[in-house]
């Protein structure tokens, strides 16, 4: 096996290990892949239980007094800090433990609820909805998820309160996009007491004002000579803790503190062992997990701020005695900024609700909202700061912090290219195995019970690649919108069979025909958000005969753009200049020189 082979084998046997543990449900993007549309994950549109309702709405009451009184986003900005006395607020209003168990002085909210908090947050300040991403939805989650009652109860109830603050620190100079990749040492001492910690972690948020980080860090598999990896509490107490950065200066969410930090010889007890030893990676994916939940919330938030500085700027700015939003082009783009934050709202809603729903595997739907709701942003923040024309360039109007805030979006938890590549091969697993199946029996047809596996896999397949899916809306004006859908997930099931049968394993390599896949995967779970939101919409209308609101218009603007969207990555995948592009950058890359 040459190295190349070796280091593949590696990441299936990692990935195998990660994400498929057993038997699970058929979660909604899985279904898609397969040409099903599974609805129950995705209508009736989800809605937060009365009860739990009046509790959200208070607390956002809280928080829009506290945030419009004390939240200066400008000054945070400007300072690159975010005050004492905001943390401390957010802490009383209940956001820094907000979907901690009561028992450990949280306040139980569902990952819905947390989300529309997160939204709020988001709309005003990016470096503050960072900040509590870090703390809450990565720095406690490990804890959280993995920790036992004792610990529960050690930790908790500082960290729900604000009292204490977290960090979640996995990345490494060697270990960024290659999480797996993890260098950091922890040695358990002979009498198996503690782990003795060593190496250094970079780029980590909160890690200098954190009082407890989860760390990641390699640990030997007993019996044999290799190591996996385990998730750590440490504190920064402890000795041989060495802050090498507290903050890093950087272009945007400055208000957040981004550390280097390097443990020595760092000795850290074996109850602060998170999960099971040798499953960090693990911890840390299902972690972020959460974390790409709220980012969707807060790119959200940050949306619909720019929609309305949008339509602000167009109906008082004057050109050619007209106010802008008079213009086409104007128009066109305060509709898309509509468009995608509608879609944006309903896809962090319904993905939300799959982790509050028990869904046991939404890696894929995570990723798909992360790397959606961030690359919209970008684009929703491109078009408003061009409304602005000249006055978005200079620094008393919010948009070029905006700009600088959003940037590191399409690049934290997950580089979007890494998502998307990871989106097109989980995704394409399960017919692939099918696939495979087919073809080891064709190729060694006296299998023991081959012939029978092989004829159910082929069923499955061709089953899937016969039948429209049948997309169950209520309104009877949806109908068209869900025939369309309905035949796209069709046309994308024939398109991902045609590849996986055309190039085989290679297409665990071919980046381009993956991006195109992942897109269409992507839009088609975007549209089924929508769908189901504006189904849910209509439904309420009618019941109380209102007409229709410049929601629902922007809805009906998303699905026909995204349908188009889809179609095109769908064409792409037989109509494209790969081959050049692929030659072209071949050959620049031999010659750097020139
Ligand atoms: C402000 C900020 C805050 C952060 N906070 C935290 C934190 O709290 N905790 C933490 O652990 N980490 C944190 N990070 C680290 C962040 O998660 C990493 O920066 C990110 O995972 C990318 O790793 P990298 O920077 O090493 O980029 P690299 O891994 O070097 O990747 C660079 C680029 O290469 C491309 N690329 C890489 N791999 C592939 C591939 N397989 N296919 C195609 N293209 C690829 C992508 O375009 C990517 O953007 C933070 C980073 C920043 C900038």
Same mark, same amino acid.
């Given at each position: 096996?040459?190295?190349?082979?070796?280091?593949?084998?590696?990441?299936?046997?990692?990935?195998?290990?990660?994400?498929?543990?057993?038997?699970?449900?058929?979660?909604?993007?899985?279904?898609?892949?397969?040409?099903?549309?599974?609805?129950?994950?995705?209508?009736?549109?989800?809605?937060?239980?009365?009860?739990?309702?009046?509790?959200?709405?208070?607390?956002?009451?809280?928080?829009?007094?506290?945030?419009?009184?004390?939240?200066?986003?400008?000054?945070?900005?400007?300072?690159?800090?975010?005050?004492?006395?905001?943390?401390?607020?957010?802490?009383?209003?209940?956001?820094?433990?907000?979907?901690?168990?009561?028992?450990?002085?949280?306040?139980?909210?569902?990952?819905?609820?947390?989300?529309?908090?997160?939204?709020?947050?988001?709309?005003?300040?990016?470096?503050?909805?960072?900040?509590?991403?870090?703390?809450?939805?990565?720095?406690?989650?490990?804890?959280?998820?993995?920790?036992?009652?004792?610990?529960?109860?050690?930790?908790?109830?500082?960290?729900?309160?604000?009292?204490?603050?977290?960090?979640?620190?996995?990345?490494?100079?060697?270990?960024?996009?290659?999480?797996?990749?993890?260098?950091?040492?922890?040695?358990?001492?002979?009498?198996?007491?503690?782990?003795?910690?060593?190496?250094?972690?970079?780029?980590?948020?909160?890690?200098?004002?954190?009082?407890?980080?989860?760390?990641?860090?390699?640990?030997?598999?007993?019996?044999?000579?290799?190591?996996?990896?385990?998730?750590?509490?440490?504190?920064?107490?402890?000795?041989?803790?060495?802050?090498?950065?507290?903050?890093?200066?950087?272009?945007?969410?400055?208000?957040?503190?981004?550390?280097?930090?390097?443990?020595?010889?760092?000795?850290?007890?074996?109850?602060?062992?998170?999960?099971?030893?040798?499953?960090?990676?693990?911890?840390?994916?299902?972690?972020?997990?959460?974390?790409?939940?709220?980012?969707?919330?807060?790119?959200?938030?940050?949306?619909?701020?720019?929609?309305?500085?949008?339509?602000?700027?167009?109906?008082?700015?004057?050109?050619?005695?007209?106010?802008?939003?008079?213009?086409?082009?104007?128009?066109?783009?305060?509709?898309?900024?509509?468009?995608?934050?509608? !879609?944006? $709202?309903?896809? #962090?809603?319904?993905? &939300?609700?799959?982790?509050? =729903? /028990?869904?046991?595997?939404?890696?894929? %739907?995570?990723?798909?909202?992360?790397?959606?709701?961030?690359?919209?942003?970008?684009?929703?923040?491109?078009?408003?700061?061009?409304?602005?024309?000249?006055?978005?360039?200079?620094?008393?109007?919010?948009?070029?912090?905006?700009?600088?805030?959003?940037?590191?979006?399409?690049?934290?938890?997950? !580089?979007? $290219?890494?998502? #998307?590549?990871?989106? &097109?091969?989980?995704?394409? =697993? /399960?017919?692939?195995?099918?696939?495979? %199946?087919?073809?080891?029996?064709?190729?060694?047809?006296?299998?023991?019970?081959?012939?029978?596996?092989?004829?159910?896999?082929?069923?499955?397949?061709?089953?899937?690649?016969?039948?429209?899916?049948?997309?169950?809306?209520?309104?009877?004006?949806?109908?068209?919108?869900?025939?369309?859908?309905?035949?796209?997930?069709?046309?994308?099931?024939?398109?991902?069979?045609?590849?996986?049968?055309?190039?085989?394993?290679?297409?665990?390599?071919?980046?381009?025909?993956?991006?195109?896949?992942?897109?269409?995967?992507?839009?088609?779970?975007?549209?089924?958000?929508?769908?189901?939101?504006?189904?849910?919409?209509?439904?309420?209308?009618?019941?109380?005969?209102?007409?229709?609101?410049?929601?629902?218009?922007?809805?009906?603007?998303?699905?026909?753009?995204?349908?188009?969207?889809?179609?095109?990555?769908?064409?792409?995948?037989?109509?494209?200049?790969?081959?050049?592009?692929?030659?072209?950058?071949?050959?620049?890359?031999?010659?750097?020189?020139?």
């Amino acid at each position: 096996m040459n190295k190349l082979d070796a280091q593949r084998q590696k990441e299936i046997q990692q990935a195998e290990e990660l994400l498929f543990a057993g038997p699970q449900a058929l979660g909604f993007a899985k279904g898609l892949f397969q040409g099903h549309f599974v609805a129950d994950w995705v209508m009736p549109y989800p809605r937060i239980p009365s009860t739990q309702q009046v509790e959200l709405d208070e607390t956002l009451k809280n928080l829009r007094q506290f945030l419009d009184e004390h939240l200066d986003a400008a000054e945070i900005d400007r300072k690159a800090d975010i005050p004492r006395s905001v943390i401390d607020g957010l802490g009383r209003v209940g956001v820094l433990g907000l979907t901690a168990p009561k028992e450990y002085g949280g306040r139980g909210f569902s990952q819905m609820a947390n989300c529309k908090i997160l939204e709020e947050i988001g709309r005003r300040c990016a470096s503050t909805s960072v900040f509590v991403n870090a703390h809450h939805s990565i720095g406690i989650r490990a804890l959280l998820l993995f920790g036992t009652h004792e610990q529960n109860q050690q930790w908790l109830p500082k960290l729900s309160t604000g009292e204490q603050l977290g960090a979640f620190a996995l990345t490494e100079k060697e270990a960024g996009s290659d999480a797996a990749n993890v260098q950091m040492q922890a040695r358990p001492s002979e009498d198996g007491s503690h782990f003795v910690l060593n190496g250094e972690k970079r780029y980590i948020t909160n890690a200098a004002i954190a009082d407890v980080l989860t760390v990641m860090a390699r640990t030997p598999v007993p019996g044999s000579d290799k190591t996996s990896v385990t998730a750590f509490l440490v504190t920064p107490d402890m000795p041989g803790f060495e802050m090498l950065e507290a903050r890093m200066p950087k272009m945007g969410i400055r208000g957040t503190a981004t550390g280097r930090f390097a443990l020595r010889d760092v000795k850290v007890p074996k109850e602060n062992v998170l999960g099971a030893p040798g499953k960090g990676l693990k911890v840390a994916l299902t972690v972020l997990d959460f974390g790409r939940t709220t980012f969707g919330a807060c790119c959200t938030g940050a949306a619909k701020t720019c929609l309305r500085l949008a339509i602000e700027h167009a109906n008082t700015r004057k050109q050619f005695n007209k106010t802008l939003g008079n213009f086409h082009l104007v128009q066109k783009k305060i509709a898309r900024i509509a468009a995608d934050a509608y !879609a944006m $709202e309903a896809m #962090t809603t319904i993905t &939300a609700s799959l982790i509050d =729903r /028990g869904l046991e595997d939404y890696m894929l %739907e995570t990723a798909m909202l992360k790397v959606f709701t961030t690359e919209r942003l970008w684009e929703c923040i491109n078009d408003v700061f061009q409304i602005y024309g000249g006055s978005a360039y200079f620094v008393d109007c919010p948009l070029e912090r905006m700009m600088r805030d959003a940037r590191i979006n399409q690049i934290g938890e997950g !580089a979007n $290219e890494v998502l #998307t590549s990871f989106v &097109a091969l989980v995704g394409m =697993r /399960g017919p692939g195995m099918e696939f495979k %199946e087919i073809y080891d029996t064709m190729v060694k047809p006296t299998r023991e019970r081959g012939f029978a596996k092989a004829w159910t896999a082929g069923k499955h397949r061709l089953g899937a690649t016969v039948r429209v899916p049948e997309i169950p809306v209520r309104s009877a004006e949806l109908r068209w919108f869900a025939n369309q859908l309905g035949r796209l997930i069709w046309r994308f099931n024939v398109a991902v069979n045609r590849a996986l049968i055309t190039y085989r394993e290679p297409i665990l390599d071919m980046q381009l025909v993956q991006e195109r896949i992942a897109n269409a995967a992507m839009d088609l779970f975007a549209s089924t958000c929508v769908l189901s939101r504006y189904d849910a919409e209509l439904q309420s209308a009618q019941r109380n005969g209102s007409s229709l609101s410049p929601d629902q218009l922007a809805a009906d603007l998303f699905l026909r753009q995204s349908f188009r969207r889809i179609r095109h990555f769908l064409a792409g995948l037989t109509d494209n200049e790969d081959k050049s592009v692929l030659a072209t950058a071949k050959s620049v890359l031999a010659k750097p020189e020139s």
